[in-house]
């Protein structure tokens, strides 16, 4: 008998993640747009703040990931209360998390960023805004514990309001406090910072509180807080830290690169920025539909149907092929129009065309590496993804440092080592998912 198709399914999960991810992004290029057009040592300073911070947030998405794929797999295995347990020592463990890491940024602020290589004004105007951003750091622990209901469950509508109210209060408070409006006072850089601590406060309260919602079938409760374990958070943390690290690797080797770029002058990081934003875009297309395989691969893997999840897996990047042929299309015939919703000076306009198109091309590995990445770690094997992307960092900053420094490419050569990297990486993921992974079950905590 013919399996049904799973793309109702994948859609129904992967949209609102897409839609929720889409707001964000709005959100993020408004306040690169407000800061660019005030200053571009702004634009720089907010750049290497940005990617700091979400390196050192690592290990709380890892425990949420491991959360996840624990959630979708019990749900397969129809055993809810310890899917349950899961997310509650989630939240009550990854907030004692946050907490240390809340504590560095408030103790050793202004010394990672010189680190970082960093030079006034820029070093000033990053200390400020983290300053103010990092009281956001504590609320990441709960936070992660209702991002890992919504993506084991699949029930990601949530995730679509909580980032659409962020980029609402957002937009609105830039506006206001970065120029001075309404009769605030300019508050520049610091004001992007306050908009943006704010947003997160309220988009983290709704994502928080629908995790309650008795329509969940895996839901915070009290119940599930009494029921957390530090030996269950090491079950998270099992299949959660080979994912965390990964994603701790593709930051580091950002802030790698965004080192690179600041000693070849003071507006290259910006310029990074702005690419690697437009660039998101049809990346969160890919990453949703990834989303999507993961949970209904650890679903499939813990009904014991690994079939399911190689055709599952197959429609997503077929899917993600389809919506990276349109953005590439959009970058190649537009690409002036695309940087100018960041800058109007010429001469970054002048440079990004070229940057553009190196990243569109490497759209397609990067969808089917973010698919079958989800495949993978759906089944539960995370350790396969941090080995390849381990191999990914190295290759990437070596061969960008190259690139930059000993060849006419520049600041393109960025974008080319990123480019070859995907290609790589897509091509011994797409091997591991159809030879191992599809044929294995559940593994048990």
């Not at 973010?370 to 960092?393: E, K, P, S």
Request: glycine share 8%; proline share 5%; no cysteine.
């Amino acid at each position: 008998m013919k399996s049904p198709s799973p793309v109702p399914e994948i859609l129904r999960i992967a949209v609102p993640i897409f839609a929720g991810f889409l707001v964000g992004q709005v959100q993020q290029i408004t306040d690169q747009a407000f800061l660019g057009n005030a200053s571009a040592a702004y634009l720089s300073a907010v750049g290497n703040a940005s990617s700091t911070i979400w390196t050192t947030l690592s290990i709380l998405f890892a425990f949420g990931t491991g959360s996840a794929i624990l959630v979708s797999q019990k749900i397969g295995e129809k055993k809810t209360e310890e899917a349950e347990a899961y997310v509650g020592s989630t939240a009550l463990w990854s907030t004692v998390v946050a907490l240390a890491v809340f504590a560095v940024w408030s103790l050793a602020n202004r010394r990672i960023f010189t680190a970082m290589g960093l030079a006034e004004p820029i070093l000033g105007y990053a200390v400020v805004y983290v300053r103010v951003y990092s009281f956001g750091i504590l609320l990441s622990g709960i936070s992660s514990a209702a991002q890992s209901i919504y993506n084991g469950t699949g029930y990601t509508k949530p995730v679509m309001v909580s980032s659409m109210l962020r980029a609402l209060i957002n937009i609105v408070l830039d506006w206001v406090l970065i120029f001075g409006h309404l009769g605030f006072p300019a508050m520049g850089i610091a004001g992007a910072a306050v908009a943006t601590l704010v947003a997160d406060i309220a988009g983290t309260a709704w994502s928080v509180g629908s995790a309650f919602s008795r329509k969940l079938p895996v839901r915070l409760s009290r119940r599930v807080f009494r029921s957390a374990s530090l030996p269950r958070y090491g079950d998270v943390a099992r299949v959660g830290v080979p994912a965390g690290l990964e994603e701790f690797l593709w930051n580091i080797g950002n802030l790698l690169l965004i080192r690179f770029l600041n000693e070849v002058d003071p507006l290259a990081a910006g310029i990074f920025t702005i690419v690697s934003s437009v660039g998101l875009i049809p990346a969160f297309v890919f990453i949703a539909l990834g989303s999507a395989s993961m949970t209904l691969s650890g679903r499939h893997t813990g009904a014991g149907e690994p079939h399911k999840v190689r055709h599952t897996v197959n429609r997503a990047l077929l899917m993600s092929w389809a919506a990276a042929s349109l953005f590439f299309a959009l970058f190649v015939l537009a690409p002036g129009p695309l940087t100018r919703l960041f800058t109007p000076d010429p001469e970054v306009i002048a440079r990004t065309p070229a940057m553009l198109l190196v990243s569109a091309l490497a759209f397609f590995p990067r969808a089917a590496n973010i698919v079958y990445g989800g495949g993978i770690r759906g089944t539960g094997d995370t350790r396969w993804m941090l080995m390849t992307q381990v191999f990914g960092t190295l290759f990437v900053l070596l061969a960008a440092r190259y690139l930059i420094f000993h060849t006419p490419f520049g600041i393109l050569g960025v974008f080319v080592a990123i480019a070859l990297d995907e290609l790589l990486r897509a091509i011994v993921n797409a091997l591991r998912f159809y030879r191992v992974n599809a044929r294995v079950t559940a593994p048990r905590p």
